[in-house]
């Protein structure tokens, strides 16, 4: 393949990344579709090829949806243990965040929900959302017909926004400072200091540290606050699951202010906050190994902020 054809596809990368990475809701994945899609584009006639970028986009589409179909996926998302790849802000995998739709369609709440889309809902709704692709081209691009096209992302949107409250834009300052009273409150086990700054219709999910089967999910801010108030609590099981004490920070994760809990350098666990009214909406834990690889990788590569509380 000569070098013309190389940089026709290295022009197409971050954009087919940031597509996978929504449809996938893994980098990793990604990635590795990213990777077919070339090893696709290096055996194809690429003379006959008229719109490279479409047929680009087709080709990873298409990987993405064999993945979201095939036996392991479906296995491993019916078991309700899954949740999204947590990525830093800025990390050129989130792609395109212009409009206020782009940004919710890569937030960690909508990826999760995602998740009871079907794979072609999925697809269309990413492709018309994020991507701002015209109906025609999205049939085109599944094989499907356009009104097809329209009645997908209209059940996706009504899937979506029937379970997902769009939070408040935080300015940045004012964000940090619920988060660091929340972990105060959390640490220190006062736990109605913790129902204080939670909305009243306050939500949680979990993976459970990665040992659960299922995803936990909390729906009161009582039970918010008790559960928060238990993960916070140190113990030694804690401390050897984590690998130590870890030291927490705040950063932004997939556009929402996070706390990371770091042990050796190593990012051990993320917390993702949205807000309403100044207060917290809703808690997003993920502590999955597997689920924390590329925010290590942007851990290690970057000089991070002072912890906000380091004596766990």
Known sequence: MDSAAIDRFEASRSRLASLSYRLLGSAADAEDAVQDAFLRWQ?????????????LTKVVTHLCLD????????????????????LFEGDPML?????????ESVSLAVLTLMERLSPVERAVYVLREAFSYPHAEIAGILDITESASQQHVHRARIRITAEHRRGDDVDPGSARRIVEEFLAAAISGRTERLVALLTDDATAVSDGYGLARRLLRYDTRERVASYVRAGFKPTPAKRRLAGGSPAFHIALVNGSPALLAVTDGRVVGAVAFAFSDGKVASLLGI??????????????????????????
């Open 67 to 86: 993945r979201l179909r095939s036996a392991r996926a479906r296995h491993e998302r019916a078991a309700g243990a899954w949740l999204p790849e947590p």
């Open 287 to 312: 502590a999955t190994a597997d689920r924390l690889s590329r925010l290590n990788e942007a851990w290690r590569q970057h000089q991070p902020d002072a912890p906000v509380f380091n004596a766990w």
């Open 43 to 55: 055996a194809a006639d690429r003379e006959r090829i008229e719109l490279p970028e479409a047929w």
């Open 95 to 103: 792609g395109p965040a212009e409009t206020f739709e782009q940004r």
